[in-house]
Nanobody, 123 residues
Framework: QVQLVESGGGLVQAGGSLRLSCVASGRTFSMGWFRQAPGKEREFVAAITWSGGSTLYADSVKGRFTISRDNAKNTVYLQMNSLKPEDTAVYYC???????????????????WGQGTQVTVSS
């Protein structure tokens, strides 16, 4: 069983930046970030394969968010720039047991989930 612990959330003004981190207790393969705003479904944000050779982003964050990873530290990051009030949500880190050549945004393909970290963007 792999445990995921997110950090880096907080309150920021619109246009600001935050960097989220997710540390895994064991080796993981493909990893991703999802988010859930109050009253909404959990939605895909970004994903990355183990090698980092494939990344995938939701259209709503493309060009503003960057996912990266440091396998030596079992850590995945989400750099969030030009934040908007609509980015406000709880952000969850997720990991897959297996890898694939392409990053995936399919929530059902992720096996492990963190507890989430709150991101609030004020206007």
């Amino acid at each position: 069983q792999v445990q995921l612990v997110e950090s880096g959330g907080g309150l920021v003004q619109a246009g600001g930046s935050l960097r989220l981190s997710c540390v895994a207790s064991g080796r993981t393969f493909s990893m991703g970030w999802f988010r859930q705003a109050p009253g909404k479904e959990r939605e895909f944000v970004a994903a990355i394969t183990w090698s980092g050779g494939s990344t995938l982003y939701a259209d709503s964050v493309k060009g503003r968010f960057t996912i990266s990873r440091d396998n030596a530290k079992n850590t995945v990051y989400l750099q969030m720039n030009s934040l908007k009030p609509e980015d406000t949500a709880v952000y969850y880190c997720a990991a897959r047991r297996g890898d694939s050549p392409l990053a995936t945004g399919n929530r059902a393909e992720y096996d492990y989930w963190g507890q989430g970290t709150q991101v609030t963007v004020s206007s």
